[in-house]
C-alpha cells in the first residue's frame, strides 16, 4: 500500500527536500517575534506525518521509530519549535500501538491516520499523607454525576496543547481513585489554555498550563489505565529518544549557522592565522568540532532508535523481550549523558566562530544554547549516567528499562 505520508516523507525524495525548505523559509524570524506556528503545524497535517507510526491496516505508513527520529531532526534542525509541539502525539500514539484492547487500539490509531493530532498530558502527581501511607493521586480528576463524566484540574507542561485538536489527560477517577486517560477536543467548553509557558527556550511549542474546568467526558473518550492499555508497558518511553532527536538536530543547525557565519565574516582576530577568517585553520578546527559533535550525537540517537524498534518489535508481536528493553535503556542513557554534555558545548563554541559581532541580536545564534539546554532538562543527565553506572556494577537492578 503507497500512502500520501510515504511520498511525501520519503527522506532522499524533492518532495521531502521541498518540505524542509517550506518550514525553514515560513519559520524565519518567527522565534524573535514570539509569533506562533499554527500554519507550520497544519504543514505537517497535510504531509500525513501524525500518522508516521500508525500501522498500514490502519491507514498509516507503519514507519520505524528509526525513521520517525531522523525526520524529527531533520524539523528540529529548521525549527525545533516545531519538532517539539508534536511530541506527545507521538507518545499517544505509542501507547496505543502497545494496547492489546484491539477496539480501543484501532479506533484511536485511525483518527491519528485521519490526521487528528493529541497532545498527550500526563498529569501531575499531588501527594497526600493517609496515617502512615503516602498517597498519590493526579491533579486531575474525573468525577461522575447524573449528567455524566467531567474532567477538572490542571496541567503544567501542557506542550502543543494550543496546536492539536484532542488533549489526552492522565487523571484520578474521584470514586475510587484508579487511574484512567481522558481524551477531550481542545475546544471543548471548560479547557482553557493559559498560555504562562515562560522559558527561556522552546518558547512556541505552548507548554504552559491548561485548566480543565467541569468538562464532559463521553464513554468513548475515556481509556481505562492498567492491563492491556498500552500505559502499563513503561519499558518503551518514547519521550527521551524524541528529545536526542531534536537535539540533534539543533546541533546540525548549529554546524550550518557555524559555516555561514565563518563565510560572512571579512575581519578576523589579532592573533588570527590568516587574514581571511574563511582561510584560517584555527576556525576550520572550530568547524570540525562542530561537525563531530553533531556527527556523533546523530550515531547515538540511530544506535538508540534501532535498538528501541528490536524492542518494539517483541511488543507488537506480543511477545515482549526485557532482554532487548534492557538494551535500549543502556544505549538510551548512554546517548544522553554524552549528548547533554557536548550539546550545550558545541552552542557555545560557535560563538567562537564570530567574536562579539555573533552576539548580535538579529542574527539570534543565542537560540542553539537557549533550546537545547531548555530540552536537555527533561529527566536530567546525572540521573541516566547514576542509573547506568548502578547497572554496570549490579546488573540486577531493578527495572532498568525505566531509565
Known amino acids: 500500500m503507497t500512502t500520501r505520508l510515504e511520498t511525501v516523507l520519503t527522506r532522499d525524495s524533492d518532495r521531502?527536500?521541498?518540505?524542509?525548505?517550506?518550514?525553514?523559509?515560513r519559520s524565519r524570524g518567527r522565534e524573535e517575534q514570539l509569533e506562533g506556528f499554527t500554519d507550520l503545524v497544519e504543514l505537517l497535517r497535510s504531509s500525513g506525518f501524525s500518522a508516521f507510526r500508525v500501522p498500514v491496516e490502519y491507514g498509516g505508513s507503519g514507519g520505524s521509530i528509526e525513521d520517525l527520529l531522523a525526520i524529527v531532526a531533520d524539523i528540529a534542525q529548521v525549527n525545533p519549535n516545531l519538532a517539539h509541539i508534536v511530541r506527545t502525539h507521538f507518545a499517544f500514539v505509542e501507547a496505543r500501538l502497545r494496547s492489546t484492547r484491539e477496539r480501543e487500539r484501532a479506533y484511536w490509531l485511525r483518527r491519528a491516520a485521519a490526521g487528528e493530532l493529541f497532545a498527550n498530558l500526563a498529569g501531575e502527581l499531588s501527594a497526600s499523607a493517609v496515617g502512615r501511607l503516602r498517597v498519590e493521586k493526579f491533579s486531575t480528576t474525573v468525577t461522575s454525576d447524573a449528567t455524566g463524566r467531567h474532567l477538572s484540574g490542571e496541567?503544567?507542561?501542557?506542550?502543543?496543547?494550543?496546536?492539536?485538536?484532542?488533549?489526552?489527560?492522565?487523571?484520578?477517577?474521584?470514586?475510587?481513585?484508579?487511574?484512567?486517560?481522558?481524551?477531550?477536543?481542545?475546544?471543548?467548553?471548560?479547557?482553557?489554555?493559559?498560555?504562562?509557558?515562560?522559558?527561556?527556550?522552546?518558547?512556541?511549542?505552548?507548554?504552559?498550563?491548561?485548566?480543565?474546568?467541569?468538562?464532559?467526558?463521553?464513554?468513548?473518550?475515556?481509556?481505562?489505565?492498567?492491563?492491556?492499555?498500552?500505559?502499563?508497558?513503561?519499558?518503551?518511553v518514547l519521550g527521551q529518544i524524541y528529545i536526542l532527536a531534536m537535539q540533534v538536530g539543533i546541533l546540525r543547525g548549529v554546524v550550518d549557522d557555524g559555516i555561514a557565519l565563518l563565510r560572512s565574516r571579512?575581519?578576523?582576530?589579532?592573533?588570527?592565522?590568516?587574514?581571511?577568517?574563511?582561510?584560517?585553520?584555527?576556525?576550520?578546527?572550530?568547524?570540525?568540532?562542530?561537525?563531530?559533535?553533531?556527527?556523533?550525537?546523530?550515531?547515538?540517537?540511530?544506535?538508540?532508535?534501532?535498538?528501541?524498534?528490536?524492542?518494539?518489535?517483541?511488543?507488537?508481536?506480543?511477545?515482549?523481550?526485557?532482554?532487548?528493553?534492557?538494551?535500549?535503556?543502556?544505549?538510551?542513557?548512554?546517548?544522553?549523558?554524552?549528548?547533554?554534555?557536548?550539546?550545550?558545548y558545541a552552542a557555545n563554541l560557535l560563538?567562537?566562530?564570530?567574536?562579539?559581532?555573533?552576539?548580535?541580536?538579529?542574527?539570534?545564534?543565542?537560540?542553539?544554547?537557549?533550546?537545547?539546554?531548555?530540552?536537555?532538562?527533561?529527566?536530567?543527565?546525572?540521573?541516566?549516567?547514576?542509573?547506568?553506572?548502578?547497572?554496570?556494577?549490579?546488573?540486577?537492578?531493578?527495572?532498568?528499562?525505566?531509565?
Do not use: C
Not at 16 to 25: Q, S, V
Open 351 to 403: 560563538f567562537d566562530l564570530g567574536g562579539a559581532s555573533s552576539t548580535r541580536g538579529r542574527l539570534n545564534l543565542d537560540r542553539h544554547w537557549r533550546n537545547i539546554r531548555t530540552v536537555s532538562t527533561h529527566n536530567p543527565a546525572a540521573t541516566k549516567a547514576r542509573l547506568l553506572g548502578q547497572f554496570l556494577i549490579d546488573e540486577e537492578l531493578e527495572s532498568p528499562a525505566l531509565w
Open 266 to 344: 571579512t575581519r578576523n582576530f589579532s592573533t588570527a592565522l590568516a587574514a581571511d577568517p574563511v582561510n584560517d585553520p584555527q576556525l576550520w578546527r572550530v568547524v570540525g568540532e562542530l561537525a563531530s559533535v553533531a556527527a556523533l550525537a546523530g550515531d547515538l540517537v540511530r544506535s538508540a532508535a534501532r535498538a528501541f524498534d528490536r524492542a518494539m518489535a517483541t511488543v507488537l508481536a506480543r511477545d515482549p523481550d526485557p532482554s532487548l528493553a534492557r538494551e535500549f535503556a543502556v544505549r538510551i542513557a548512554r546517548a544522553k549523558v554524552v549528548i547533554d554534555q557536548a550539546g550545550p
Open 16 to 25: 521531502y527536500r521541498a518540505f524542509l525548505a517550506e518550514i525553514a523559509e
Open 155 to 236: 496541567k503544567f507542561y501542557s506542550t502543543g496543547s494550543p496546536y492539536v485538536d484532542l488533549l489526552a489527560v492522565s487523571a484520578s477517577v474521584a470514586s475510587d481513585g484508579r487511574s484512567v486517560t481522558a481524551v477531550v477536543p481542545r475546544r471543548r467548553e471548560g479547557v482553557r489554555l493559559l498560555h504562562d509557558w515562560d522559558g527561556f527556550g522552546q518558547r512556541l511549542t505552548g507548554s504552559g498550563t491548561t485548566v480543565f474546568d467541569d468538562v464532559a467526558v463521553g464513554d468513548d473518550e475515556l481509556i481505562e489505565d492498567g492491563e492491556g492499555s498500552g500505559t502499563d508497558l513503561n519499558y518503551y
